[in-house]
């Protein structure tokens, strides 16, 4: 442009004489921008280009020279990047602050919990220690309390266990073909005597009887089903009834655990499975519940790339239904 310009002004200064002043201002105006634009081109653009190299190397691509390459428009592009640059930071940010409630919650979640049967354990055996130990009945009662208080603890860090496991993403599988009909007589069992206590019948539907081949890790699937099964004790009505529903889906098996219990509003079903979350908070604390029997169960089936669904009506009953792969599906 700078060398058009000059070219010109000489072309009309040769040709008009009288206009040599004029023809010295134009030189002199096109050697000032050539220069500009040099030292723009020069300078600042090298500058740009080393800063762009630097924010290149410092998100740490492996790229090629090639990638440190600016345009035609390098402020444009840089802005650009940096725009880019900075939607990426924000929306890590709020990923971290997420993480950070979660845990936070999370800890705040366990401390409440673990208060609650350390406390009592500690109330009892002051009491005991303060002279009922004297009446043996009273010792005998405290000491079953404080043993109920222990075994909530217990039951609670063995949930807390598995769902570290689950949620560090290392857990291991061991996959294995197996008769799902077996494993529900076994769980039936495990489950038997916190049935009896409330009178409650848990049986197979019928038709559902046949063996049913199922691949999957047997272990994760038998808390699957305990947790369900006992929740569906928990939550039940006293003489009440829990059936399992098996139903052939061709690559699959649906199993359902179905009971007449308490039900549950429509407005909980969507946060059932969170840890910690429960519909009745005293009731279930009362009952036993460690409050992570479900969210175990959900991550059960995830990493066995299933889900898990429910349906419930208040004061009807509760049927939550989940799928389990066949061999070779
Ligand atoms: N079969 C059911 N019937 C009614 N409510 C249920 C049933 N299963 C689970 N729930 C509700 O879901 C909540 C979460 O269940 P869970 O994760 O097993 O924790 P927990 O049983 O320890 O409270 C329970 O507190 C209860 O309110
Ligand atoms: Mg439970």
């Known amino acids: 442009m700078v060398s058009a310009i000059l070219v010109a002004g000489l072309a009309y200064g040769l040709g008009n004489p009288q206009s040599e002043v004029m023809l010295l201002g134009a030189a002199t105006g096109a050697l000032v921008l050539g220069m500009v634009y040099f030292i723009i081109n020069y300078f ?66 366990v401390s409440h919990e673990l208060k609650t049967p350390i406390f009592n354990i500690q109330g009892y055996i002051h009491t005991l220690l303060d002279g009922a130990m004297d009446d043996p009945e009273a010792s005998l009662n405290f000491l079953k309390k404080a043993a109920r208080s222990a075994d909530r603890m217990e039951a609670l860090v063995k949930d807390l266990l598995i769902i570290s496991e689950l949620e560090s993403g290392s857990v291991k599988m061991d996959w294995e073909n197996f008769d799902l009909q077996e494993l529900l007589q076994d769980v039936f069992d495990s489950v038997d005597h916190k049935a009896r206590q409330r009178s409650i019948q848990i049986q197979v539907k019928a038709g559902c ?74 009731r279930s604390r009362s009952e036993g519940g460690t409050g992570l029997g479900l969210a175990i169960v959900k991550h059960m089936l995830e990493v066995h790339g299933q889900t898990i669904h429910v349906r419930s009506s208040v004061g009807v009953g509760s049927t939550f239904g989940f799928t389990l792969d066949k061999p070779n599906a």
């Open 209 to 282: 009887r046949a063996p049913f081949m199922v691949r999957a890790d047997r272990k994760k699937i038998r808390q699957v089903l305990v947790n369900l099964l006992s929740n569906s004790i928990y939550y039940g009505n006293d003489h009440g009834l829990t059936q399992v529903g098996v139903y052939d889906m061709d690559r699959q098996f649906l199993v359902e655990i179905s009971d007449n219990g308490l039900g549950i509003d429509a407005e909980h079903l969507s946060r059932l499975f969170e840890r910690f979350y429960r519909v009745d908070k005293g």
């Open 44 to 109: 600042i653009y090298r500058k740009i280009k080393k800063i762009y190299k630097t924010i290149c190397s410092t998100k740490a691509i492996v790229g090629s020279e090639g990638s440190y390459l600016l345009n035609e428009d390098p402020i444009g592009q840089v802005y650009d990047e940096v725009q880019q640059w900075s939607k990426e930071q924000t929306s890590k940010k709020e990923e971290a602050d997420q993480l950070e409630k979660y845990r936070k919650d999370f800890l705040g979640n």
